[in-house]
């Protein structure tokens, strides 16, 4: 296996660390209330329906991968 094999291992695991920071230190708290998110809140019980929050998360997914894809080659 060539040394080049890890790389995406490396960028993926400094990604994650990124994220759990931000969410650790509360960087993400508007994540979950855009536009777009249903949320019902009732006695009983709450219904939460991220729409908005999906749709960002595809996203940036999708970019991510159209630009690994292009530098790949």
């Known amino acids: 296996m ?7 291992f ?3 695991g400094a990604a994650i660390l990124i994220i759990g920071v931000l969410v650790m230190t509360g960087g993400l708290s508007w994540f979950g209330h855009l536009p ?4 019902v809140e009732k006695p009983n019980a709450r219904v939460y329906i991220p729409i908005g929050s999906c ?4 996203i940036v997914v999708s970019l991510i991968a159209y630009i690994v894809r292009r530098l790949t080659g």
Not at 2 to 8: E, F, H, L, M, Q
Not at 36 to 39: M, S
């Open 36 to 39: 777009g998110d249903i949320r």
């Open 10 to 12: 490396i960028i993926a």
């Open 2 to 8: 060539p040394r080049s094999a890890g790389i995406p």
């Open 55 to 58: 749709l960002l998360i595809s």
